[in-house]
Every structure is written in structure tokens, then in C-alpha cells.
């Protein structure tokens, strides 16, 4: 019941919160050319979805976003198996990994673009970035702290190395290289719409910058709202599918 | 005397990062001198460091690194302080932390940049612009670094608080903020990251000071070799900042405590 009220008061505060932005609006005390009132915002969205294609956008951003997931696990866990798997490598190149994790990686793009040039490209390349540290540092841990009697069983069944890394490691590991795998997503996406908005190219990101340079403003806070909607589901999602993957 | 001093400093790992960086630099300058690759945009590791030099020895680079400084130091204070106080608001208040705490969770994922075109609206082009987004940038990781430290202060010292009848200032004054230095610590050095992120991306947006803008200057003009160097200084700010603060980390009370 507590938990309930609680939950009512937030959503009771964002609601209040954006009445008193209407308000201050509608009351003349906040320019509409600053900040358009949240019911012209409302408004907007069928002229998002109809005439600028946010729909469109969303997919392509989804679609850079797990590309660039994808390139990342598939060097990135082989990686971490490797620091794992020797321990001078893990000695020589973990503290590198974490400072690469650490460092921020997306002031990088225009080293990017003038490799890959104004294109998909330099995007892709960027969420690959950003997203391989952390699937890297988090396969390690998860093998590393694979439970010892469940190697002694693989041994005692005389399982052939690759038998044991497929068979007992993998699974044993699988919910902590899940948590890497949902904080490169989350780390992608960020990099992918932020490239998008700063190169003004591809999805959501450029749809932003470009109504921005239209001074379409009901539409492009429409659209920045979207990009947070969206990034709370990446969040929600993949925090539930962590939780499955652990209980599993 | 000295060789042996050597032998034992050169682990079999510190040869190994050694040999890394070796392959990577004549990688690079093989790359570079080959021909194969474009010279633009993987120019002699010569080139770099001449243009380092001559950035370094030039004025106007003094003045655009104050202006990312200055910037910077008003983003972390703006958005540490303010994270500071909405921590410890929703880390004391349970109700209250129930209630928002979600809200920081969610939103702080969100790529900060879409919100520049906002607040150039509400603050302008100028420098404003980079401090409240770098102020944006550092206010959740010290907001969410606080309100879970809250949570995790030792409840024996609160009830020495409550059993000398502390007002609510002296709780916060003598029993929070002594328990919760590490933390903020960490809170402040999530958050200069993220602030120094937030201010050189609105720089590399729009502006024209800094050292962002140093950095799209000379992409712009196709100047490759200063583009490097200015992304280096960048990083080893960034390295030094960290490096400073986590070893202000390990030497707080509480860091020596854990150690």
C-alpha cells in the first residue's frame, strides 16, 4: 500500500510539474518560443509520426544500435574468454579495457568521420566502441567466477576442455555476460543517437537536430520526449531480461 | 645495481604492454607512410606530435583550454551540488525516494546531448549552453551515487545521532556527510567525467572558444595532425582528473577504513 502511494506521488509530481509549465506558458511567464506548452507538445505527435517519419527513425537507430551490440559481442566476448583464459593477457590488458570503458570514447568522432566519412558507418563504429569494454570486463568476471564444483563435476565426467567451457562455463556465466551485453546496449544507444544529433545523420538523433534547425519546436520536443520513452524501455527491458536470465 | 632493479620492475605483463604499444605505433606509422590509407585521416605519429608542440607553445590554446576548464568547473559544481542535495533528499526520505528515485534511474541513461537545442533555447549559444549541459550530464550519477549511499550509512551511527538528540542540520552536518565522503567522492568523479563529456560535445557542436571548438577548427579546415592533438590533451585531462580524484578516494577516512 505504502509502495503504491509512493508511486502515486511520483506520477502525481510529474504531472504537476508539467501543469505548472502549461501554466507558466498559458500565463505568459515562459515564452512558447523557449519552451512550447505540453499540450502543443501532445499535439504535435501525429504530425511526428505522419510527416517526419519518426517511426522510420526508431528502426534505423534500432537497427545501428544492435549492429553495433552485435560487432561488440562478437569481439567482445571472445576477448573476455581470452582474459580469462590466460592470465598474463588479463594482467597486461584488463586495466586497458576498464580505461578504455572509463575514457569518454565519443569526443572521438571526428577521428571517426574522417575514417569512415558522413555515414552509418562512423556510427556503427562508435556504439562498437562504446559497447565492447564492458561486454569484455563482464564475460571475464562471469567466467572467473564460475563456481568450482561445478568445474570438479565437468573433471569428474572427464568433459574435454571446449566440452567444459561450452557445457558448464557458458551457462554459468551466461546472466553476468547478459548484464555486459545490457550495458553495451544502453551504452550503444547513447553513443548512436548522440553521433546521430551531432553528424545530423541517420535516425532519431538527426530527426532531433534537424526539426531543431527547422525551429519546428512542439515537434521536436515530441520527438526528444521520444528518445527518452525510448531509452526507459531499453532500460526496463533489459533489466527484466536480466532478472529472467539470473533466475534461469 | 641498476639492471637488476630493472628486471625486477619489468613483469612479464609491463614487457607485454611495452610490445603492444610498440606494434601499435609501427602499425600506425606503416599505415601511414605506406600509402595505403589515406594520409588525412591516419597522418605520422611526426605529424601529431609537431602538431602538439606547436599547440602547446601557441597562446590561444591557453586561453581555449581556461575557457573548457572554466566550463567544466561550473558544470561539476552546478550539477555535483545539485545532485548533492537531490541524494540526500531522496536517500533520507524513503517516501520520497520511492517515489523519484525511478525517475532518476530511468532518465539517467538517456543520451543528454538531444537536449542541447533545448537548452540553447532557455540559456542561449554562449558558454551557458556547455555548463547546464555538463551540469545536465553530472547531476545523476552524484544524485543516484548519494541517495543509494544514504541508504548504506552504518544505522549504528544514526542511532548515536538520534540518542543525542541531534537536530536534523547536526545529523546531516556530523553523521551523514563524514559517512558519506567516499561516496561523494565517487559521485564527483562519475560526475566531472560526464560533466567534461557534456561540455566539450556542446563545444564541438556550436561554440566559439574552447577546446571543442580547437578540435572541430581544425577538423574543418582538415588539419588531422592538430584534430590529434587536441583529442589528446583532451584524454589526458580526462585520465589526470580521474587519477587525482580516485586517489583522493583511497585517502579519505573511510577509503583507508575499507583498505
Redesign the interface.
Known sequence: MQRFGSRLTGALGIALALAIWQGLVDGGLLSPFAAPPPSTIVASVPSLIVEEGVLAACLQTFGETFAAVALAAVAGIPLGWWLHHSRRAALAYESWVAAIAAAPLVLLYPLFLVMFGRSAGTIVAMGTVAALPPIALKTKEGLDGTRRALLDVGRSLRLTPRQQFIKIMLPAAAPVIGNGLRLGLIFALINVVGIEFLINFGGLGALIATLGERFELPTMFAAIGCVVLISVGFFVLTERLERWLRRG | MVAPRLTRRL????A??IA?LLCLWALWEGAAQSGLVWR??VPSSVAVLRALGAMLASRAFYRDLGVTLGEVAAAVAIGGASGLVAGLVLGINR??G???E??L???A???K??????IM??VGVGAGSKVALGALSGFFPMALSVAVGVREVNPVLLRVGRSFNLGPAQMLGKIYLPALTPTIIVGLRLSL?LA??GC??AE??LSNAGL?FL??QA?NQLD?PT??AV?LV??AL??LA?AVLGRLAHRSPAGRVRR
Open positions: 613483469t612479464p605483463a609491463l607485454l604492454q603492444t588525412g585521416a517516501f520520497l520511492r517515489a523519484f525511478p525517475y534511474h530511468y532518465l541513461p538517456t543520451p546531448i538531444v537536449f542541447l537545442p533545448v533555447l532557455l567525467g567534461l563529456v566539450l560535445l564541438l557542436n571543442g578540435a572541430m577538423y588531422i584534430t590529434y583529442l583532451i584524454f580526462a585520465a580521474n
